[in-house]
């Protein structure tokens, strides 16, 4: 699905290539810019091979800039060492994960191919644009990155957002949340971590010009449903805000 396309500059999203019911939906993203190209979260096993040839109707794949990695998890970085092998893509991954990346990879097939990612964030130059690299520690993971483009003005905010809708519907971008919350509101209270960390979050995209949100999991966000997001999360009690000592107890 194209999110966006002036010529020059091209989001894509994959949306359905891990199918059969076992494994989450999970969603791919490539961002284009004066050929030169970024893929944001691969995905794991399953969607290397169909994620190749998809990217191949647009571009010799060999020629991939970057694959990102926004945190450690299966859904995201599983077919890492695929994508080492198979472009000469550099892989960008946070610095509080680099050390655990290497584990998906061969060995001395890394050196060289990494950039971590410090976790202040940074901007990655891909042909005329800084995309940024934003932080979202513990949202959910320690060491987490959401990616906004500011040509497209997309934030491709990784696991937060994520919403599990039927398959029917994620090619439709949500205009209000609630149709979105009974897909994202479980989801978030228990894999967000506090918070305290959901208003930084909230802060900190409060002060981006956004036009969709692109979660990596189910359907985007326009229109309102993107300030609603946002207010949403700052007034989220999640994670540990509420576990008790009901939840330590021996079984
Ligand atoms: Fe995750
Ligand atoms: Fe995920």
């Given at each position: 699905m194209e999110l966006f396309n002036n010529g020059q500059h091209v989001c894509l999203a994959f949306r359905?290539?891990?199918?059969?019911?076992e494994a989450v939906q999970a969603n791919q993203f490539l961002v284009f810019d004066h050929d030169h190209a970024a893929l944001i979260d691969p995905g794991g096993e399953l969607t290397y091979s169909r994620l190749f040839l998809a990217i191949s109707d647009y571009m010799n794949v060999k020629n991939l800039d970057y694959v990102i990695?926004?945190?450690?998890?299966p859904d995201i970085v599983a077919s890492l060492n695929k994508w080492l092998v198979g472009t000469e893509a550099k892989v960008v991954v946070p610095e509080l994960w680099e050390r655990f990346?290497?584990?998906?990879?061969?060995?001395?097939?890394i050196s060289n191919r990494l950039i971590a990612m410090p976790d202040q964030g940074m901007n990655l130059q891909l042909g005329s644009i800084n995309l940024k690299a934003l932080p979202a520690h513990?949202?959910?993971?320690?060491g987490n990155f959401q990616f906004y483009d500011?040509?497209?003005?997309?934030?491709?905010s990784g696991d937060v957002g994520a919403n599990l809708c039927p398959?029917?519907?994620?090619?439709e971008p949500a205009k209000k949340l609630s149709d979105l919350l009974p897909y994202m509101d479980g989801f978030h209270k228990r894999y967000m971590n506090s918070n305290k960390v959901c208003r930084f979050w909230a802060n900190m995209v409060r002060q981006l010009d956004i036009s969709m949100i692109v979660p990596q999991h189910g359907r985007a966000m326009v229109g309102k449903a993107i300030e609603q997001f946002i207010d949403y999360m700052e007034n989220l009690d999640c994670g540990v805000d509420l576990f008790t000592q009901e939840n330590y107890q021996i079984p």
């Open positions: 359905d290539l891990v199918t059969g019911g990695a926004s945190h450690q998890d990346i290497p584990h998906f990879t061969r060995p001395g097939k513990f949202l959910h993971a320690e500011p040509v497209s003005k997309i934030l491709f398959e029917t519907e994620l090619d």
